[in-house]
């Protein structure tokens, strides 16, 4: 059985952890956002991007140029771009330390991390938001909503996929992050309502009056059972959904009740691949926005692959980005033969063609990782305005173990910046690394269920990076030097300006933040009065 949601749970914290999360909780970003764009984290101090490295391509050229959302133009991440990676890596560290700047290494997490919950695991983690990716206080509490699974069914950890469901959190909006734990309020929807029987990722957008549209990956599981037990292997359907329902709040706290479950898009195998082209084809993790360079549209960005059949697809010139005579470059013939035409992640666009939000047109990815990567989750738009302009941030994360041949890159978020929701987008830091986990990057890939001893114990330490507004980050704890998660990971921030960015290692203690933090900037329906 779960506690009552309302229970006063306290959070198992050291002292240490329990002095800064009430010094961050004291500076907590409360200002009014802008009503053109996200609330803008800090600069870095220095905006520079990363000179090049000696015996490494350049990085492929990108204008930053905005076209029309609805323009046949798809930006590529090249193997040019991602090369940066290594070129940034120090060659040199002793085997199983950290390989990568600081300026993109989220700082370790301790292996003592409390557990945020005693019953499920949790891990992909959103928060309640409005059109312009603000986080909604609601009538005095911070919602937050997160895929959880049940830790005492039976499965292990690394079997909660295809058990999980999508559950939510609240708290007061002046709670001390070291002392007052996030209340599980239970599963989102009634069992057996949602489409599919597993729930995925998505996005939560608060809509006028008490109402809710969840945005969430709809995937069905055919042999949930064989899986659990260790076999398995029928690919499972996906589509992209939403819930409409309904958000109250009381002096007990948060409920959600009236769920009407909508289909919105299944993969069209032209633009983005389906289950009949590739058993393993990504078609997830829908994420709505509005853009005030087009008003009235409302976007939604997500994870695809590739049209068409899988290993039909071959590397073009364009995906290597090599500028020309680049003594470094690879060739495109020997690219091919590695095999990697097979990763063919991208992220993925649609508009809404109605107020309602039950009716959606694809539209071209916005960005192309093919011969790069095979996953790019969870994308986000994130629009900053700097020096009067508004910037386009796009930002999403991936594994290591999904890059290409050739390519090396450790799990983390990747972001992208240019001029409008659909631009040449130029890679942060000119790789398109954000933030990592601590991981050697002269090792080669592993997974973070069977991880190299020689490897960094930190190198999975934490995966599904959500950016806040102020550049607050998000994550969960996956495998802390072999201590296995399922708990919110301590948040950190990361400052950038001009496509670069760079770990604020003065936020909170030496960059760790509270754990599972997710403030919130505006506020809706009052305080509530409840005490």
Known sequence: MHKHPNTPLKLRWRPAAAALAAAVAATTFLAVPSAQANEPSDPPSNTQMPAPTPGFPLPTKHTQKAYDPAADYTSKWTRADAKQIMAQSDSTVAPGKNSMSPDVTMPEIPEDFPAMNDDVWVWDTWSLTDENANQISYKGYDVIFSLVADRHAGYGFDQRHWNARIGYFFRKTNADPAKDKWNYGGHLFLDNTSIGNTEWSGSTRLMQGDHVNVFYTATTFY????????????????????????????????????????????????????????????????????????????????????????????????????????????????????????????????????????????????????????????????????????????????????????????????????????????????????LGSPTDLNMPANAPEGPNPLQNGRQFQAYSHYVQPGGLVQSFIDNVNGVRGGSLSPTVKINFRDGVSKVDRSFGQNGLGPFGYLPTNVNVGGAGLYK
Request: aromatic share 12%; hydrophobic share 30%.
């Open 223 to 434: 042999d949930r059972a064989e899986r659990n037990a260790g076999g398995g292997g029928i690919a499972p359907d996906a589509v992209i959904a939403k819930a409409l329902g309904n958000i109250h709040a009381d002096k007990n706290g948060v409920t959600f009740d009236g769920f009407q479950h909508t289909k919105l898009l299944e993969p069209d195998g032209k633009l983005y691949q389906n289950k009949a082209q590739n058993p393993g084809f990504a078609f997830r993790d829908p994420y709505t926005f509005a853009d005030p360079a087009h008003p009235g549209k409302t976007f939604m960005v997500f994870e695809g692959n590739t049209g068409g059949k899988r290993g039909d697809y071959r590397c073009e010139d364009a995906d290597l980005g090599y500028a020309k005579g680049d003594a470094n470059a690879e060739k495109l013939n020997e690219v091919n033969s590695t095999g990697a035409y097979y990763q063919t992640a991208n992220v993925g666009l649609a508009v809404a063609e109605n107020k309602d939000l039950t009716k959606w047109k694809f539209l071209p990815p916005l960005l192309s990782a093919n011969c790069v990567n095979d996953q790019t989750e969870r994308p986000q738009i994130f629009i900053q305005n700097e020096g009067g302009k508004n910037k386009y941030y796009l930002f999403t994360i991936s594994h290591q173990f999904t890059y290409a041949a050739g390519m090396r890159g450790p799990d983390g978020v990747y972001g992208f910046v240019g001029d409008g929701v659909r631009s040449d987008y130029q890679p942060m830091n000119n790789s398109g690394l954000a």
